[in-house]
Nanobody, 120 residues
């Protein structure tokens, strides 16, 4: 029903910046809250940032002041601007979306992830 495609990951040096994008497509009537998660090697997946359909945001303490989440509702896309990157930010970053369809109700969908590697 809904597909999420992440892009923008890559290899950067510590102190650099990346901008991740996640575009939603498929059949849905509303995109509600959208989130970014990350999972480092050998660790559990953690919530990094979220944004509601109205634009209210929340970010994890570990990235607060460095990462900014935003969205473009006309493009059904959520972004994660990552500045002052650190080696500990290295992880696979996943997009998550809470959707609503008049036909099927609420649903939660995940992208396949994009790798971010920060070298020292």
């Amino acid at each position: 029903q809904v597909q999420l495609v992440e892009s923008g990951g890559g290899l950067v040096q510590a102190g650099g910046s990346l901008r991740l994008s996640c575009a939603a497509s498929g059949r849905f009537d509303r995109l509600n809250t959208m989130c970014w998660y990350r999972q480092a090697a050998g660790k559990q997946r953690e919530l990094i940032a979220s944004i509601t359909s109205g634009g209210s945001t929340n970010t994890a303490d570990s990235v607060k002041g460095r990462f900014t989440i935003s969205r473009d509702n006309a493009k059904n896309t959520v972004y994660l601007q990552m500045n002052s990157l650190k080696p500990e930010d290295t992880a696979v970053y996943y997009c998550n979306a809470d959707t609503f369809s008049l036909a099927t109700g609420w649903g939660i969908y995940w992208g396949q992830g994009t790798q971010v590697t920060v070298s020292s």
